[in-house]
């Protein structure tokens, strides 16, 4: 089965610092796109940043990055100079090539303190 | 302005009742989607849509029942629904099908059965 594991249902960090959400995934194919999500409280799922599985290259938005490392099927997202407004749920999610169906995890809840 | 409006926004109904969602995008985008989001569990992918025909159905009961009139336009008609349906229902939209197209959300409309 396909499957994408979030291990932290919860994290928390400070303002100005950074944290690093965890997701690994199961699958035996080679082509296929990552994506982190953000969930914030009015519920709109927002696209982060999304990484193609054939880059070596590690994505980079602004002060959002991940690290990429495809042998071991992993997938974290570098928030770097945390703000109030990064708060909210993480979703990680794949693609398969050439198919329409987009796999979650359960997500991570990010707390920011000031 | 999301680029998906759903509507309403929170809905209460009885298990005889029935309802329809509305999802309306205005990216200009090719595909659109459902999908639910329970708690503590995976977004789950619900029905696709290409170009107005349907290119999934993912084991969804009976009492969930889509429409897509144009390209722009995604219904969800709810009947006889169980408690367990109780959950966020989120309608989303890309460019195309393949993986490569990042999904735009809306804020979902928020569903309690009675």
């Known amino acids: 089965a396909q499957t994408v594991t979030q291990s932290q249902p919860e994290m928390s960090v400070q303002e100005a610092e950074t944290v690093t959400l965890s997701c690994t995934y199961d699958?035996?194919?080679?082509?296929?796109?990552l994506f982190w999500y953000k969930q914030p409280p009015s519920r709109q799922m927002i696209l982060v940043i999304r990484?193609?599985?054939?880059?070596?290259q590690n994505a980079t938005e602004n002060r959002f990055s991940v690290n990429f490392q495809k042998a071991a099927k992993s997938f974290s997202l570098k928030i770097s100079d945390s703000q109030l407004g990064d708060a909210a749920m993480y979703f990680c999610?794949?693609?398969?090539?050439?198919?329409?169906?987009?796999?979650f995890g359960t997500g991570t809840r990010l707390q920011v303190f000031p | 302005e999301t680029g998906v409006t759903q509507t309403p926004r929170h809905l209460v109904m009885g298990m005889t009742n029935k309802k329809s969602l509305k999802c309306e995008q205005h990216?200009?985008?090719?595909?659109m989607y459902w999908y639910k989001q329970s708690a503590k569990k995976p977004l789950e992918l619900m029905f696709v849509?290409?170009?107005?025909?349907?290119?999934e159905n993912n084991s969804v009961p009976s009492r969930f029942s889509p429409e897509c009139p144009n390209s722009s336009h995604l219904f969800l008609h709810l009947h006889t629904l169980q408690p367990e349906d109780s959950a966020l229902y989120l309608c989303?939209?890309?460019?195309?099908?393949?993986?490569?197209?990042?999904?735009?959300f809306g804020n979902g409309t928020r569903l309690t059965v009675t």
């Open positions: 989303a939209s890309s460019q195309e099908i393949t993986s490569d197209s990042p999904l735009h």
């Open positions: 699958t035996s194919e080679s082509d296929y796109y």
């Open positions: 990484q193609e599985a054939y880059k070596q």
């Open positions: 999610a794949y693609r398969l090539g050439n198919t329409d169906k987009l796999i």
């Open positions: 990216l200009g985008h090719n595909a």
């Open positions: 849509y290409s170009l107005e025909e349907r290119v």
